[in-house]
C-alpha cells in the first residue's frame, strides 16, 4: 500500500485508490504525492481585491485558474491526454482566504478551531514550539516568520468574560502577524523545469487579471535516484514511511479490490476518516467538516446544488462543504546543513577523545543517523546493523519496534524516526503491543512534502544558500493529529523514558542518549531547522472549489 517512499513508481508497488465515484470528487493530492513528476512550484497567495467589491466576482480568478491549471482530481491519469500525465495541480486555502472568497458567516464559523484560530494563534505556537513569551524560539529564523494568513483573533475569545481584563492580572493573547498575508496555496507539479517555468508564466498572468498576486514561490524538488529514493538536503532518504487508509464503506481501494478492516495493513492501517472528512476515523465516527448554508438572508441560495455539493446527513438546511476535503498543515522549514554536519563532527571528536578504546566506529555519519533514526539509504537502525531491505532492494517499513529493539539500542527512543512515529515502542508490556500501536496510529498524518532549494555542494561549508523541507501533511483533525505529533512525540522533553530531551533533528539545541550495550553516549544537537513560515489550509474537494468560483 502507500507506506512506500512518494518516490516509489506505482509501477513498482501497488498503491492505494479512492473507488470511483469517490476519486472523481476528491483532490489528487490525497492519494498521491505525484512522484513521477519531479520539479514543481509552491505558489503562496493573496488576494488583492478591494474590500467591498461590489459587484465584481471573487470566485472568478478560480475560473480563470480552471483554464490553465486545472486541479488534479484522484482519478487515475488519462493515459491519452500527454497534459494529464506531465502535470499535476492542487489547491487550498487558509481561513482568512475563504473569508475574503466572500464564504458566509455561518460556514466559516463551522470549521474546526484550529482552522479558524490559525497556526499563530498564541497557544498554537507555544504546543508548536514556535514561539513563548512573546518572543520567538531558536527553532524560527531569527527576524520572525515571513508568512501566515494572518488570521485575526477569534471574535468569540474577546467576548468570554473576564478574557481580556488584565487588571486583575488576566492575560491578554497577543495578535501575532507576520509581513506577507497567504490566502491560498497552489501547487504545481510538472516533469521538468522548462515546463515548470512555462507553465508558472501562464499561472501567473490569469492571477494577476484577477488580482491575485503571488507573494512567494518555492522552487519544489524531487529527484529520485537510481535506487528509487529522493534525499532531503542532509542527505538522507526521505519520505519513506506512509500510513495505509482503509476503509469500511468500500471508499479504499489496492488493486481493485476494497480495502476494509479485515483487509488492512497489520502496521500501517488506518482509517481513511483520518485524512478524508466524511469518513470514519480512529474513533469510528465520521471525520466532520464545514458545512455551508442553503438559504441566504431568508432566501434560497441555489449555488451549492449546481456545484453538486451534498445536502449534509445532520445538518438540516445545509450543505457539506467539507465531504471528501481534508485540512493541510504547511510549514516553511529551513536546514541549515552545514550546522548539522559540523555538530556531528565536533561530536564524534569528543568521543573519540573521551573513549579512544571502545568508539572505533563512532564517526559524524553514525551520530547522525542516530539523530535520524535510519542509515542514509533510508533502512532502519536495529541492534547490530540494519533492518534488511523489502523484495525491492528499498527501505522495509513493516517493522514493529518493541520485539526487536524495545530498549532502543539499535534505533534510540529519542531519534526523530521513533518519535515521528513510535509505532508499538511506547507499549508497558508485551500484552499492551497491539493497543499501543492502535494509540499511536490515532495520530497518524499523510505527508506530501518537497524540498526546496538546490543540493548544496559541500555538507560542511554554508553557501548562504535558502534550503530547505515544505512540509504539508494531510489530517481531518488537525490537534489530535499534527499538533500531537509535534506537541507530545518530537517536542516532549519526557518521551518514552527519557528526560530533559527532545527531538534532536527539528527541536532546540539539547541533548541526546544514544543507547549501547552496556554503556551509553550523549551528544549536544545544536538547532538544525527553523520554521520561516506555515499556516493550516483546508483542501477542499472538486464540487467545493466549483461552489467556491460561484462566490
Known sequence: M?????????????????????DALAQGLVVSGFGDLETGRALLLEFRWPDAPGGTNPGAWLESLMEVAPITSAQPPDKSDPDAQARAAALAFTWTGLQRMGLPETALASFSRPFTE???QEDRLRRLGDRRSGKWLETVVPAGPLWSANTPLRPALSSLPGAFD????????????TPLTVHALLLLYTRNEVAAIAWIAQVAAALAHHQVAVVRTLDLVLDVEKAGISREHFGFADGLSQPAPYDETGAVTLDGKPVGATEKDPVQGVPLGEFLIGYLNGHHENAPGPVTPGDLDGQPDPRPAKAELPPHRTAEGFFDLGLNGSYMVVRELRQDVAAFWNAMDRNAAAIRAHDPTNSGE????????????????GHLLCP???????????????YLFYDRDAHGVGCPPGSH???ANPRDSLAPDPSQKATLLQAA??????????????RIADYRVDDGEERGLLFMCLNTDIARQFEFVQQTWLLNSDFATLRSEVDPLVGPKGPMTIREEPLRRTVHVDTFVQAAGGDYFFLPSLPALRYLAML
Open 441 to 454: 496510529n490515532n495520530h497518524r498524518i499523510m505527508r506530501r512534502a518537497r524540498k526546496f532549494g538546490t
Open 384 to 398: 547490530g546493523g540494519t533492518l534488511n531491505p523489502d523484495k525491492l532492494g528499498l527501505p522495509d517499513n513493516t
Open 118 to 120: 490559525g497556526m499563530f
Open 417 to 419: 524516526v521513533r518519535r
Open 166 to 177: 488584565v487588571s486583575d492580572g488576566g492575560h491578554q493573547e497577543e495578535h501575532v502577524t
Open 2 to 22: 502507500d507506506t512506500q517512499p512518494v518516490a516509489y513508481s506505482h509501477k513498482q508497488w501497488p498503491s492505494w485508490k479512492l473507488a470511483q465515484p469517490i
Open 362 to 377: 563512532v564517526t559524524a555519519e553514525w551520530i547522525a543517523e542516530r539523530v535520524i533514526g535510519r542509515d542514509r539509504q
